[in-house]
């Protein structure tokens, strides 16, 4: 299967510890989506990456949190210094081109974040 | 701004029977798309239709249709001869040709009834 991949499928942290949240994107798309959900929530927009560029970081909280998609690799999410608010489902998508109108985004199977 | 509204956060509906997901939606941009997608207990986000602000005929994929209404700025999903495997969470979700995003309404749980 050449879906979009994350890891891990949920992930536990005490407050003050760091998460890192992993998505792969399916072959050949090159665009990386990050979006968050709370509970009973639809989702909200974090951070839109390219290889290598942060394109628009607009939906991320400006301390704790950073993205990155390096050349290589898998792309990461990173939160510093958990707090219990930050428990969440975190989903990738990716898509072959920049987002269009009509491009369709290819979710992951998200990572249920929980905090201690 | 855009907005994706759904007003219905549950619905039931029984076996085989059809039922309509409301989603209506604001932009000031004449060229959008919006999407439907479900989302099982397990977790995942499965896309189910596509329907763009050009289109001139509704959206149609299998048991799914999109009743696209521009005027009234609405884009109602009917899932015709419900199944049991029907009952989730179903999104809306827009995206214009201002933004890279897409925007999320907060969704409607629907259940399936034997």
């Known amino acids: 299967n050449a879906g979009v991949m994350q890891n891990p499928r949920h992930l536990v942290r005490r407050r003050g510890q760091e998460a890192r949240l992993r998505c792969s994107p399916m072959?050949?798309?090159?665009?990386v989506y990050w979006y968050r959900q709370l509970p009973e929530e639809g989702l909200k927009f974090m951070v839109y990456?390219?290889?290598?560029?942060?394109?628009?970081e607009s939906g991320m909280p400006k301390e704790r949190f950073s993205a990155e998609f390096p050349k290589e690799g898998p792309s990461i999410l990173r939160i510093q210094q958990v707090v219990r608010g930050d428990s969440a489902a975190y989903f990738c998508?990716?898509?072959?081109?920049?987002?269009?109108?009509?491009?369709?985004?290819?979710f992951g199977s998200g990572t249920q974040l929980s905090v201690l | 701004a855009q907005k994706i509204t759904q007003t219905q956060p549950g619905m039931f509906v029984q076996e085989k029977e059809a039922v309509t997901l409301d989603c209506t939606y604001d932009t000031s941009d004449p060229s959008y798309g919006l999407f439907w997608y479900k989302q099982p207990s397990s977790g995942e986000m499965i896309f189910l239709i596509y329907q763009g602000s050009y289109d001139q005929q509704n959206a149609t994929e299998g048991r799914y249709s999109l009743n696209f209404q521009k005027a009234r700025k609405s884009a109602n999903l009917v899932i015709s001869a419900s199944q049991l495997g029907d009952s989730a969470m179903y999104f809306c979700a827009m995206s214009d040709s201002g933004t890279y995003k897409y925007i999320f309404g907060t969704g409607t749980r629907l259940k399936v009834l034997a």
């Open positions: 990456l390219q290889k290598e560029n942060i394109i628009d």
């Open positions: 998508a990716s898509s072959r081109e920049r987002q269009a109108t009509n491009e369709k985004l290819f």
């Open positions: 072959k050949g798309h090159s665009h």
